[in-house]
Nanobody
Framework: QVQLVESGGGLVQAGGSLRLSCAAS????????MAWFRQTPGKEREFVAA????????YYADSVKGRFTISRDNAKNTVYLQMNSLKPEDTAVYYC???????????????????WGQGTQVTVSS
């Protein structure tokens, strides 16, 4: 089993920055990749970014490319999401997720993730 705990959410003005963290514990050696998804009320959870645990390959949704950066610290079993130039439409609950197998082509498919965190609220005011 793997446990994921997110932190770093909050309220920020448009144009500002936040950094989310996701600490993984348990059987983390089985990790293939970790990702961030987000969800707003009444909408499906959407892919934001992902990173492979070993090679560090990164993947981004078009809506966040150039503004968000995903990174990892293997020694701390932690993944980060640096969010810059935030917009009101980035407001959502952000979830950390972990998958234990590929392929990379399915990185944005939430159904392929095995473990999820509890979510952290990000609110961007205009």
């Amino acid at each position: 089993q793997v446990q994921l705990v997110e932190s770093g959410g909050g309220l920020v003005q448009a144009g500002g920055s936040l950094r989310l963290s996701c600490a993984a514990s348990g059987r983390t050696f089985s990790s293939y990749a970790m990702a961030w998804f987000r969800q707003t009320p009444g909408k499906e959870r959407e892919f934001v970014a992902a990173i492979t645990w070993r090679g560090g390959s990164t993947y981004y949704a078009d809506s966040v490319k150039g503004r968000f950066t995903i990174s990892r610290d293997n020694a701390k079993n932690t993944v980060y999401l640096q969010m810059n130039s935030l917009k009101p439409e980035d407001t959502a609950v952000y979830y950390c997720a972990l998958k234990t197998r590929g392929p990379a082509q399915l990185m944005a498919d939430m159904r392929t993730y095995d473990y999820w965190g509890q979510g952290t609220q990000v609110t961007v005011s205009s």
